[in-house]
C-alpha cells in the first residue's frame, strides 16, 4: 500500500492569533518541517506566535505574514542590514530587529584576515541570517550555504526605503507578485528585498527608480488587478 503525504496545515492562507495550533506533528511522522517568523513548537504541535497570515512554502516552510514594522530574525532569512559600527571580529549591523546583529569579518567567499571588506558605517548590505534567538545577537553571513557570495554582500547606488514584512514576504513570494511582474514587463531595474521590511532598488535611469519605488510602496493594500493598473497608469505619467 502507498503511503501518502499528509494535507498541509488546514490554517495556510487564513488568520491565525497568538496560541492557535496550525500542525499536529504527530500525524507528520518522517517529515522535515521548517519554521519561520512567527511559529514556535511545544511538544506535538506547532503553535502560532503571531498574529497575521499562516503561509507555506514547499515542500514544507511554515511562517506566519504579518504586516508590521518590527522585524523578529529567523535562521535563513535574506535581510537588508545597515552597518552602524566596526569592530575587529565583526560588524555590527542594524536588522531592524530587537537586537543589532553581527557580521563576522570572515563570513564573506574565501575570507581571510588579508582581505577582509572595508565597510564603513552607513554601507548597506544584503545578508543571510545564520543564527538566531531571543536572548543573543543574531548572526548574519554574505555567503549562500555553499558558501558562495551568490548575490550576498554590499549594495551600491540605487535608493532604499523601508516597508512592512508582510510586504518584503509579498514581493518574495512565488509566482512573482503583480506589480513586479507588471513592471519588469516594461522596465530594467535591479531588486533586493529583506524580510526585514526593507528594499533596494537600482536602474540606469533615477526615474525608472523613483517609480518602481512608488510602486512598491502603493501596491501592499492592493488587489493583483489593481496593482498592474497602477503600474499603467505610473507608466503612462513617465512617458
Not at 558562495?148 to 513570494?173: I, N, P, V
Not at 514587463?185 to 531588486?191: D, N, P, T, V, Y
Not at 525608472?208 to 502603493?218: D, E, F, G, K, P
Request: charged fraction near 20%; proline fraction near 7%.
Amino acid at each position: 500500500m502507498e503511503s501518502r503525504k499528509p494535507p498541509p496545515s488546514p490554517f495556510v492562507d487564513t488568520y491565525v492569533v497568538p496560541g492557535d495550533i496550525v500542525l499536529d506533528l504527530s500525524e507528520m511522522t518522517n517529515q522535515t518541517i521548517k519554521l519561520g517568523t512567527g511559529l514556535r513548537q511545544e511538544c506535538d504541535t506547532i503553535q502560532a506566535t503571531n498574529a497575521g497570515i499562516l503561509r507555506l512554502s514547499k515542500p514544507n516552510k511554515y511562517w506566519v505574514e504579518s504586516s508590521q514594522k518590527r522585524y523578529v530574525p529567523s535562521v535563513e532569512d535574506t535581510v537588508l542590514g545597515i552597518v552602524v559600527d566596526t569592530k575587529p571580529d565583526n560588524f555590527v549591523v542594524d536588522i531592524k530587529g530587537p537586537n543589532l546583529a553581527f557580521l563576522p569579518v570572515l563570513s564573506f567567499e574565501g575570507g581571510t584576515r588579508r582581505n577582509i571588506p572595508k565597510y564603513e558605517i552607513g554601507t548597506l548590505i544584503y545578508a543571510r541570517v545564520v543564527k538566531a534567538n531571543s536572548i543573543m545577537n543574531p548572526e548574519l553571513s554574505c555567503m549562500d550555504a555553499t558558501g558562495k557570495a551568490a548575490e550576498f554582500g554590499e549594495l551600491k547606488s540605487g535608493y532604499m526605503f523601508d516597508t512592512s514584512t508582510g510586504m518584503s514576504r509579498m514581493l518574495l513570494s512565488s509566482p512573482t507578485c503583480p506589480v513586479l511582474e507588471a513592471l519588469g514587463k516594461k522596465l530594467s531595474f535591479e531588486i533586493a528585498v529583506g524580510l526585514n521590511g526593507r528594499v533596494w532598488v537600482n536602474a540606469p535611469a533615477p526615474n525608472t527608480v523613483i517609480l518602481v519605488s512608488n510602486a512598491i510602496m502603493r501596491s501592499e493594500s492592493l488587489s493583483g488587478i489593481k496593482q498592474k493598473a497602477m503600474v499603467e497608469n505610473l507608466l503612462e505619467r513617465l512617458s
